[in-house]
């Protein structure tokens, strides 16, 4: 129970990463504030965690928005007066070639994988330096920000290259607060978003999604995807006292897709 007495913030935690996330970091003791723009799926992620015997709450809301980040950090210190973890998770994409997308595509996936999590960070961090206790920031990347050709499209690869960047500047401008910003790269993780672009790969290349199941492992070294799970027990390293002293750097959990 290493998180005892921490409350932690996950955003798209509705599903998929974010809900394991947001059940492995309760299960190590934290208090879960789980947001997404689902909201019954989402109340039904804290409803698991409190039945579970740890402390949760729900907040429907949309993390593109600021207003709706503002109420969400709102809603997490009226529920237990501080944060301390916060997991940037919130995202979107879709299965597209280059010469196919469009401004609309680019506007919205931008808007939740760049802006939303900039400015969920520039959020929570306030309070971080305002309780002068420190924090753990953990923005959910992925190897496609480190240019793996196989990612759903290059808007998506884009916005996850602005997720590391922003990870490494604001390791360095908050580190004075004793704030570490880390970022996971997860490769290719079994969720519901990676099985609908799944479906769209396969109908674009005219092969069953068993074909490109196994055209998809064989070339993953270590010889299969992640699940949630694998990205959540990151997730919990980075936001315990094992990490204290790492910050400012994006972990790959790919299976050796990307060794950089």
Known sequence: MSLNGKVALVTGAAQGMGRAIALRLAGEGASI????????????????????????????????????IN????????AFGRIDILVNNAGVTRFSDIMDLTPEDWDRIHRVNARGVFFCLQRVAREMIDSGDGGRIINIASIAGKGYSGTSNAAYAASK????????????????????????????????????????????????MEELEEQRSARIPIGRPNEPDDIADMAVFLAGPGSRNITGQAFNVDGGLVMH
């Open 71 to 78: 109420r969400v950090v709102e809603e997490a210190l009226n």
């Open 161 to 208: 290259g602005a997720v590391i960047s922003m990870t490494h500047i604001a390791a360095h401008q908050l580190g004075q607060h004793d704030i570490n910003v880390n970022a996971i790269c997860p490769g290719i993780t079994r969720t519901a978003m990676g099985q609908s672009t799944m479906v769209q790969r396969s109908q674009d290349m005219g092969i069953s």
């Open 33 to 68: 504030v789980a947001t997404d723009i689902n909201g019954g799926l989402v109340e039904q992620t804290s409803i698991d965690i409190r039945e579970s015997g740890s402390e949760a709450i729900a907040v429907e809301a949309d993390i593109g928005d600021i207003d709706d």
